[in-house]
């Protein structure tokens, strides 16, 4: 069956993306959202996140008619799941969004339809999403009962792209596509096709679902390494940069870079599905990410003896997204680290953050400045996040005591 019609259920930092580009190849693509306001802004021409180019893309699609936004599933020949899929309080995933996904598609199925499930997942995500279906959609097949032979095929396809350089990436990428059959497999390779330039690369859905795990969990245990370098350097009087530095001119050895933890939607979150799956074996990866998570305190330790040398404190903290020179704050472990400074009244806390316009409710008793304002008012400076424009801040004649936690200035 040919696919002329696309529906991209969540249309955040991956599924806006996505949306655009199929668009922007002449398919026809109709975005779901619960968000009314991302919805109206986009029927709008316009965009609620900061990524590079996307803006345009999305001018372009929308005046064109190729792209347009509701809050209500439609009749499409496809649809592409690309909601969150966090984890509860005690590290175990949390589905409801993918179920919520499965419940409002289900009504507007129709027999020869492919359903993607582009969410990062736990193992065995994609086949809840079609039982989930199979129980709303009696009058229809799904693979798990029929095979090859089912009315609607299902597969999962986990986006692997770097914020910043999404649009770029989607195309240029190599993707897993992981079907509950090989129909499906190859459904959903004819679909990417549309766009993709790397290879699609076929397996099953579980595997495909660990692959990205697996990938994260990857970078997850290498972070934690370096974030752990830091604090035994830091107790030894030791600069761990130029340690790094020097390590890293062994030519097996590329030791990643430390920071105050790991963050987004992908390498804070995806360990613990993983670890959810097999609690008694992931030692190294539940310790990593523990390693990791501790981290922020950590800043928040050195913040406070800082603060010990100043009468009246005041803190400027550079940065709350998760990483350089985007608006993303999820999982930010810069977010929590200045969360902890107004919990604990520390100082005065005032925020540097030129990728948004305000700043979260959480942070509420914060002050935002712009980067000089708050280098004229702070005795103490927290580099949080390596955003470019960053890196000429004048520090020269800064008086007060410097924290560097990504070694911008070292």
């Known amino acids: 069956m040919k696919i002329e019609s696309l529906s991209v ?3 955040g930092y991956i599924g806006l993306p996505t ?51 509701t809050t209500i599933p439609e009749q499409a020949d496809a649809f592409i799941v690309a909601v969150p899929t966090p984890f509860k309080e005690d590290k175990q995933p949390d589905l409801r969004y993918i179920q919520a996904a499965s419940m409002a598609i289900a009504p507007v199925l129709q027999k020869g339809n492919l359903v993607i499930l582009e969410s990062t997942s736990p193992v065995g995500a994609t086949e809840q999403m079609a039982a989930w279906l199979a129980e709303a959609r009696p009058d229809l097949t799904f693979p798990q009962q029929v095979g090859e032979g089912a009315d609607i095929r299902v597969a999962h396809c986990p986006e692997r792209v770097l914020p910043g350089k999404v649009l770029v990436e989607l195309v240029n990428n190599d993707r897993v596509i992981g079907g509950m059959t090989p129909k499906c497999s190859q459904a959903a ?9 790397g290879e699609c690369v ?22 934690a390494f370096a974030n752990e370098l830091s604090i035994i350097c830091d107790k030894l009087d030791i600069n761990v940069w130029e340690l790094i530095k020097l390590a890293n001119r062994h030519p097996r050895v590329n030791i990643l870079q430390p920071g105050p933890g ?54 400027a903290c550079l940065g709350l997204s998760f990483k350089a020179d985007i608006d993303d704050l999820r999982e930010s472990p810069a977010m929590e680290i200045v969360h902890d400074l107004l919990e604990e009244r520390i100082g005065q806390v005032l925020v540097v ?22 280098l004229q008012q702070a005795n103490i400076v927290v580099l949080l996040v390596d955003h470019s424009s960053f890196k000429d801040a004048k520090l020269l004649s800064f008086g007060g005591t410097v924290i560097d936690t990504r070694g911008m200035w070292q």
């Open 262 to 315: 790991v963050g987004g939607h992908c390498i804070a979150v995806d360990p613990w599905f993983i670890v959810a799956s097999a609690p008694d074996d992931a030692k190294l990866i539940s310790t990593a990410r523990e390693v990791n998570d501790r981290k922020p305190d950590w800043v928040v330790e050195k913040v406070r003896l800082a603060a010990k040398v100043h009468a009246n404190p005041v803190i």
């Open 189 to 197: 390779v004819d679909l990417y096709k549309l766009f993709v330039k």
């Open 9 to 11: 259920i969540g249309l």
């Open 202 to 223: 076929v397996t099953n859905a579980r595997t495909a679902e660990m692959c990205k795990l697996t990938e994260n969990s990857f970078r997850d245990v290498n972070i």
């Open 353 to 374: 953050e030129p990728n948004i316009s305000r700043l979260p409710l959480n942070l509420e008793g914060a002050v935002m400045l712009a980067m000089d304002d708050a």
């Open 19 to 69: 949306a655009a580009t199929f668009a922007s190849r002449g398919l026809k693509v109709i975005g779901v959202d619960v968000n009314q306001s991302a919805v109206n802004t986009i029927n709008s021409g316009g965009v609620h996140i900061i990524e590079p180019d996307l803006d345009i893309v999305v001018r372009s699609v929308v005046q064109s008619g190729n792209l347009r936004a």
